[in-house]
């Protein structure tokens, strides 16, 4: 031990950032970890056709279902507990038929709706507020 002072780090309730939320596809960041930004989100039908060139996304459900469409017509649903990493480069669509909630883990750099810009598309700015 170095004798060092090391500062209060505090606990982050993800159930509470959940409830905290208001809008259906507007995640917040709750954490970072490294060059990583930890995020929940409120989901509620389908989202958009869309792909990040340079990052891959996770995707983890809290509560609900969620089911991610890939180009190819496959899908994965995925229930609480569940994670699912979509690759770089790979278009995928998340659709929600009920309300679900989910964690994302996303490079810092991960434009919310990758190539494709929309009137939900939030800035990461948005995102921190």
Not at 110 to 116: L, Q
């Amino acid at each position: 031990m170095t004798g060092e002072v090391v500062p209060m780090i505090p606990a982050v309730n993800i159930d509470a950032a959940l409830d905290a939320l208001t809008e259906h596809w507007s995640p917040k960041v709750i954490a970072r970890v490294n060059d990583q930004y930890v995020k929940v989100a409120k989901l509620k039908g389908e989202f958009v056709w869309h792909r990040h060139d340079d990052e891959d996304e996770l995707f983890q459900v809290i509560r609900g279902r969620l089911r991610i469409q890939f180009e190819d017509g496959g899908e994965t649903l995925l229930s609480p507990g569940e994670l699912c990493v979509i690759p770089r480069g790979v278009m995928h669509n998340p659709v929600a038929d009920e309300e679900c909630c989910i964690l994302l883990i996303e490079t810092v750099t991960t434009k919310h709706t990758g190539d494709v810009e929309t009137p939900i598309t939030r800035s990461i700015a948005e995102q921190l507020a």
